[in-house]
C-alpha cells in the first residue's frame, strides 16, 4: 500500500499487507506536518574550498541544497572543517510546519604569516652593535627571528654603526 505525497506533510513509509480469503484487511498511514531546512555558506571562496554543511549529524550538504519533509522542532547545523578556514559554530535552527527555515554559515580566512630571520655579518660587526628590523619595527640581533609577518613585500633596514658602511635597505618578499 502506498500514500500520496502532500505538499508540507510527510508521507508515510509504504506497507505491505498481507490479505487471507474471505477476511478484510487494515492498513493504516499517518501524516505528519513537516518543513525543510535551507542554508547557504559563504564567502564563494570557502564554498569553492569545499565547505558543506549537515544537518543532526546526517549527510553533508553544498551551500544553498534544501532539505525537505524534516519532522517539525529544533535540528542542528553544523559546518565541515577546511583547511585556511575558521569553521562557522555549530547552530540549533527551528523548523516549522509547510515553511522552509533558513541559515547562513560564515567562513573566515586564517590569515597566512610567515617568519623573518637576518644573519648579519662579520661578528665583528655585530660586536659593535650593528642590527636590524623589519617595516621600521624594533631592532634585532643577528639570527633573531620575527614572526607572524604577513604575505609579501617588507622593508628590511639596519642600524648604523660607527666604523662600520651600513647596508642599504633591502625589499623582503615573503
Given at each position: 500500500v502506498?500514500?500520496?505525497?502532500?505538499?508540507?506533510w510527510?508521507?508515510p513509509?509504504?506497507?505491505?499487507?498481507?490479505?487471507?480469503?474471505?477476511?478484510?484487511?487494515?492498513a493504516?498511514?499517518?501524516?505528519?506536518?513537516?518543513?525543510?531546512?535551507?542554508?547557504t555558506?559563504s564567502?564563494?571562496g570557502?564554498?569553492?574550498?569545499?565547505a558543506?554543511?549537515?544537518?543532526?549529524?546526517?549527510?553533508?550538504?553544498?551551500?544553498?541544497?534544501?532539505?525537505?519533509?524534516?519532522?517539525?522542532?529544533?535540528?542542528?547545523v553544523?559546518?565541515?572543517?577546511?583547511?585556511?578556514?575558521?569553521?562557522?559554530?555549530?547552530?540549533?535552527v527551528?523548523?516549522?510546519?509547510?515553511?522552509?527555515?533558513?541559515?547562513?554559515g560564515?567562513?573566515?580566512?586564517?590569515p597566512?604569516?610567515s617568519?623573518?630571520?637576518?644573519?648579519?655579518?662579520?661578528?665583528a660587526?655585530?660586536?659593535?652593535?650593528?642590527?636590524w628590523?623589519?617595516?621600521?619595527?624594533?631592532?634585532q640581533?643577528?639570527?633573531?627571528?620575527?614572526?607572524?609577518?604577513?604575505?609579501?613585500?617588507?622593508?628590511?633596514?639596519?642600524?648604523?654603526?660607527?666604523?662600520?658602511?651600513?647596508?642599504?635597505?633591502q625589499?623582503?618578499?615573503?
Open positions: 502506498g500514500f500520496s505525497t502532500i505538499s508540507g510527510t508521507t513509509a509504504n506497507q505491505i499487507i498481507s490479505v487471507t480469503t474471505n477476511s478484510a484487511a487494515i493504516a498511514g499517518t501524516y505528519a506536518l513537516s518543513g525543510s531546512l535551507q542554508v555558506i564567502p564563494a570557502a564554498v569553492s574550498a569545499g558543506q554543511w549537515q544537518m543532526d549529524g546526517g549527510t553533508w550538504q553544498s551551500s544553498g541544497a534544501t532539505v525537505a519533509n524534516l519532522s517539525l522542532g529544533y535540528h542542528s553544523s559546518f565541515s572543517t577546511i583547511s585556511g578556514w575558521t569553521t562557522p559554530t555549530s547552530q540549533t527551528s523548523v516549522s510546519a509547510s515553511s522552509t527555515a533558513t541559515s547562513t560564515s567562513y573566515v580566512v586564517i597566512l604569516t617568519s623573518l630571520q637576518v644573519t648579519i655579518l662579520p661578528s660587526a655585530i660586536s659593535a652593535g650593528a642590527q628590523q623589519v617595516d621600521s619595527g624594533a631592532w640581533s643577528s639570527e633573531d627571528t620575527v614572526s607572524g609577518l604577513s604575505a609579501g613585500s617588507h622593508l628590511l633596514g639596519f642600524k648604523s654603526v660607527a666604523g662600520w658602511n651600513t647596508p642599504g635597505s625589499i623582503v618578499t615573503l
